[in-house]
């Protein structure tokens, strides 16, 4: 089981950096969403309650959003939801009497995905975005580089850059001793922002669009990344078309789903392990009358081949994990698949 503080860090997969939109500002032309935790900062403060925010006000803010929004809204039999939703609030007096009701409507889309965050939680969701692992690059064995991609949560963009740069750099320096391909070990990337993490890995993946979020409407909105280390290979060794084999399991989440996604369609890549968590859609955050933010989850991912996800991503070739063992029968299928490839060949 995915643990549920994390859970509900990775749930927060929206565009908090690109602006929170309000319950009266509900025509944005072109929402931005992304793979993203929440992270408050000096500079962003947690939002404190508004007085006097009457429940039926709140209710009905949450419902609008949520019919317009939500990407599993036309799945929903609002005939027969609104009104036991409207019920279960009917003697709710002040804002927070709605919430049980708001997350009995969010439960009726059914996408594990969108949730209700109360004024001040977002103090404690930032505890838990805290403590992420450093990525690794190295060399497994003969000839393999290896490279364990944590989740990434960090919004100050210099980091962002300097993390990215750092990963680029020491693929390219690894490259030379890494001729029969590469492990991307995405078993611990729980998530966050997703965007230094792709920058990071574009010289495996070649040239971008790898990727977009498919809203309600059909819109597609191709991830774009500002940082491309895939153009320095003029100077540096092509990666792009070099054999990756993708490790996968049930802790890769959410942005970290959005990494593998990217992976999809690319040649030479086939990957390994167990099914993913399974929250491959964006969210859109929406503020409510009394500062309460609704976390809805309003777009699809979409690989380059232009294939849906939506739920968990299921791996080429299931490999069981059996802690009894010394050694990890992922990475060693893996590695016996990139034994194989013409690259590894003398």
């Known amino acids: 089981m995915f643990p549920m503080k994390r859970l509900i860090v990775v749930l927060l997969a929206s565009a908090w950096m690109a602006g929170v939109a309000s319950a009266t500002d509900q025509q944005a032309s072109s929402p931005v969403m992304q793979h993203d935790r929440i992270q408050s900062t000096?500079?962003?403060?947690?939002?404190?309650?508004?007085?006097?925010?009457?429940?039926?006000?709140?209710?009905?803010?949450?419902?609008?959003i949520v019919r317009s929004y939500a990407l599993r809204a036309s799945q929903v039999d609002w005939s027969v939801v609104?009104?036991?939703?409207?019920?279960?609030?009917?003697?709710?007096?002040?804002?927070?009497?709605?919430?049980?009701?708001?997350?009995?409507?969010?439960?009726?889309?059914?996408?594990?995905?969108s949730l209700l965050l109360e004024p001040f939680a977002r103090e404690a969701v930032d505890k838990e975005s805290s403590g992420d692992a450093d990525p690794t690059v190295s060399?497994?064995?003969?000839?393999?580089?290896?490279?364990?991609?944590?989740?990434?949560?960090?919004?100050?963009?210099?980091?962002?850059?300097?993390?990215?740069?750092?990963?680029?750099?020491?693929?390219?320096?690894?490259?030379?001793?890494?001729?029969?391909?590469?492990?991307?070990?995405?078993?611990?990337?729980?998530?966050?922002?997703?965007?230094?993490?792709?920058?990071?890995?574009?010289?495996?993946?070649?040239?971008?669009?790898?990727?977009?979020?498919?809203?309600?409407?059909?819109?597609?909105?191709?991830?774009?990344?500002?940082?491309?280390?895939?153009?320095?290979?003029?100077?540096?060794?092509?990666?792009?078309v070099a054999p990756v084999a993708l490790l996968l399991g049930p802790h890769t989440a959410s942005s970290g789903e959005v990494v593998a996604i990217a992976f999809q369609g690319r040649a030479n890549t086939r990957s390994f392990g167990a099914s993913t968590a399974g929250l491959t859609m964006a969210n859109r955050m929406f503020s409510l009358p009394d500062g309460a933010l609704l976390s809805l989850a309003s777009a699809i991912d979409v690989d380059r081949s232009g294939r849906e996800y939506g739920d968990k991503i299921e791996p080429d070739q299931p490999v069981s994990s059996d802690p009894?063992?010394?050694?990890?029968?992922?990475?060693?299928?893996?590695?016996?698949?990139?034994?194989?490839?013409?690259?590894?060949?003398?």
């Open 139 to 240: 060399v497994q064995g003969s000839g393999i580089g290896y490279v364990m991609m944590p989740g990434y949560g960090n919004t100050d963009p210099q980091a962002q850059k300097a993390f990215a740069s750092d990963i680029a750099a020491r693929l390219y320096k690894t490259a030379p001793q890494a001729q029969c391909g590469w492990m991307v070990d995405l078993r611990n990337d729980h998530g966050g922002n997703m965007y230094p993490m792709l920058e990071a890995l574009t010289p495996l993946l070649g040239s971008p669009p790898w990727g977009s979020f498919r809203d309600v409407h059909g819109r597609l909105s191709p991830w774009s990344v500002t940082l491309n280390f895939y153009a320095e290979r003029w100077v540096n060794p092509d990666l792009s």
């Open 82 to 113: 609104e009104p036991r939703i409207r019920a279960t609030a009917a003697h709710a007096k002040v804002s927070s009497d709605a919430y049980p009701a708001i997350r009995a409507l969010l439960k009726a889309l059914n996408d594990r995905h």
């Open 42 to 64: 000096g500079n962003n403060p947690v939002t404190p309650p508004k007085p006097m925010v009457s429940a039926q006000a709140e209710l009905d803010a949450a419902i609008a």
């Open 324 to 346: 009894t063992k010394d050694s990890d029968p992922v990475i060693d299928a893996a590695k016996a698949w990139l034994a194989k490839q013409d690259s590894c060949r003398p």
